[in-house]
C-alpha cells in the first residue's frame, strides 16, 4: 500500500469526493476551509492507493499528548475487503509509542445508518482502542457513552 501526504495544492477530485460522501454533511468541515486548515495546522492527511487505484484517507490532528483522528475512509466498493484493517495497522504503527483518540456516533442512538456504527465500534475495539466514557455531542449526533455516543482511545504510548 502506498500512501501520499496531501495539501491544499494536491488534494484531487476523488479525495474530495470521498470526504463529502463518506461523512453526514454536518459533520463536515466545508471543503474549501479543510484545506485552509490543512495549511495553517499540522494536520497529518495522508492518501492510501493500492498501486495507482486510491482507496482511501485519514486525517489526524498530531499533538504532544495525544493524537486525535478527525477522518478515516474507504472508498465505498473497497469497504469490507480489508482495506481499512491496512490503514488502520498501518497508522497504528505510525504513532507507535503514541497515544490516539477518536470520537465515533453512538451505536446505540436511533439512527438510519446503526448497523454501520455498530460494525464501526467492533472494527475499533478489535484493534485496541477502549471506550473510554467520555461524552460529547455536536449539533444533532451524539458521541458520548450510556447509548448517546462514544470516545475511543489507543493506549500503544501508556502501556
Known amino acids: 500500500m502506498n500512501t501520499k501526504q496531501i495539501t491544499a495544492a494536491n488534494a484531487d477530485e476523488k479525495i474530495k469526493q470521498l470526504?463529502?460522501?463518506?461523512?453526514?454533511?454536518?459533520e463536515q468541515i466545508p471543503w474549501k476551509d479543510l484545506m485552509r486548515l490543512v495549511e495553517e495546522m499540522p494536520l497529518d492527511f495522508t492518501a492510501y492507493y493500492d498501486g495507482e487505484d486510491?482507496?482511501?484517507?485519514?486525517?489526524?490532528?498530531?499533538?504532544?499528548?495525544?493524537?486525535?483522528?478527525?477522518?478515516?475512509?474507504v472508498c465505498e466498493r473497497l469497504r469490507g475487503k480489508g482495506y481499512g484493517q491496512k490503514i488502520l495497522t498501518q497508522m497504528i504503527e505510525h504513532y507507535k509509542g503514541q497515544s490516539f483518540v477518536l470520537d465515533m456516533e453512538s451505536p446505540t442512538q436511533v439512527s438510519e445508518?446503526?448497523?454501520?456504527r455498530k460494525r464501526r465500534q467492533n472494527f475499533y475495539i478489535r484493534n485496541g482502542f477502549r471506550d473510554t466514557n467520555v461524552y460529547r455531542t455536536y449539533q444533532r449526533h451524539h458521541y458520548d457513552n450510556n447509548g448517546e455516543g462514544r470516545?475511543?482511545?489507543?493506549?500503544?504510548?501508556?502501556?
Open 54 to 73: 486510491f482507496i482511501g484517507f485519514t486525517i489526524v490532528y498530531p499533538r504532544k499528548s495525544i493524537n486525535w483522528f478527525w477522518y478515516f475512509a
Open 19 to 26: 470526504y463529502e460522501t463518506a461523512f453526514p454533511e454536518d
Open 113 to 116: 445508518n446503526i448497523d454501520q
Open 151 to 159: 470516545r475511543y482511545v489507543h493506549n500503544e504510548g501508556l502501556g
